[in-house]
């Protein structure tokens, strides 16, 4: 079967610092991939390099067997794929409501808008509490969830999610890797992880990919790679 | 006592909007806008041109001032504003070109409608008399209240219509908005067309009251920097409440301070800028950077 989400020998660079060395990875539908790996491994630039926030510069991309890469970031939306960025980025100065709505832009059916926001305020019902809130006054937990309950007002097919645990206290990172978990299996959306956290992104993916520098070094299924020698070594070795 | 505060009111709600226009576009777009003065002066003789020049009705004329700076403004953003901001890496590019068409409008209305101060027949006739503690001649007060009715209007459309909060998420966080599907090139056009057609508006009311010249445009688009400045850039309570505060202070000034001579935008001046140094950022900012 073809894969939902094919990266060909993806190269990108910042300033002629080369970000991505020829990438390729692969994501097939309902599945859960994490991409592990240190910091400026090329992790962020892969999502990025997606959603077309940075033109790549050779290689191609294809999701659902068609091109992707040249495509605008915000035209990226109504092909089914959102993108979670790194450090939260909630719309501070909105109530979480508009935050929500925001998440929908791109829809038009306003009763199915509704069932979407039903559905977010069941999974996360913090933000049900907070509901009239701004946004930039919530805890860096809370924001999570808000971040990716927007993401799920779009109704995506894949999820691209940046760094979720970064900055979040750790009774709250279990609570987001399960509802990770919730959303791939009940909502049967696909998910690409970007995590420092490797334990928790290959406890909860199904596969993964180590990066370093630009390429990626080690591939395979995630519960190998826990126990794999060279990735307990590199990625799991301080963490708790 | 009474008399300066409808005087202020009057003069605020005419400010507010000016500066409203300018900090939506500041907002959305890191720009501000130098010539904002000019677009105001341009909607106050695109109004005298089709109430008093053509006869015809005055909302058509302040409609059509309307139409034409939402043109302009869409326009500016499109071709002049977009490639700038594109291709260069240094913000004051964005300053320099505001000014540079700021001198061009100025140009172009010279050359359109002359250098003569323009008046409109009144809209309508009469004075209020209130016991004499409140003296205001009706236009005044029709004005300042089609005025305060533009504000409410454009509060409402920011706040609960779906543009309006793709404008505000974009001002907010331009990447996330974009992850969103928020399109920045359309909306930023639609938002400097929004703040042009503010200006056009102000300037289609005032000029039956002020009537409009030439030389109007700088100096407001001085104290729209100023109002701006003191509720803080790029935010729409901030900028209400700067148009409000120097609308009532100037409606002090002219009433108390007069007798001292023209010194009503001296004391304005330097209260301004002993106030910003204590509060950089406006009342209502967010601090720079």
Redesign the interface.
Known sequence: MEPLLHLDKVELYYDHVYALKGVSIDLNEGETVALIGANGAGKSSILRAITGLNPIHRGEVHFQGSRLDGTRASDIVKLGIVMVPEGRRVFPYMSVRDNLLMGAFTRDDKAAIKQSLDGVLHRFPRLKERYSQTAGTLSGGEQQMLVIGRALMAKPKLLLLDEPSLGIAPKLVQDIARSILAINRDEKVSVLLVEQNSRMALSISHRAYALATGNVVVAGQSKDLLKDERIKAAYLGGEI | MEQIIANGLYLGAQYALIALGLTLIFALMNVLNFAHGQMYVLGGFVTYTIYAQLGMPFVAGLLASAVTLAVVGAIVEKFLFRPVIKRSLREESTMLLAAGIAFFLDAVILLAFGEKQRGVPKIIHGVLNWDFRIIMPYDRILIGALAIAVIATFILYMQYS?TG??M??LA??R??????????NRYSMIGFALGAMLAGIVGGLLVTITGVNLGMGGPTSIKAFMMVMIGGAGVISGAIVGGFILGMMESIGLTVLSQYGDITYLVIFVTLMVFLSFRPQGLMGKPWG
Not at chain 2, 175 to 184: E, F, I, R, S, Y
Request: glycine fraction near 6%; hydrophobic fraction near 55%; avoid cysteine.
């Open positions: 779906k909060r793709a505000r998420a907010q966080d990447v996330a908005a974009q992850l969103m599907g928020v399109d920045v």
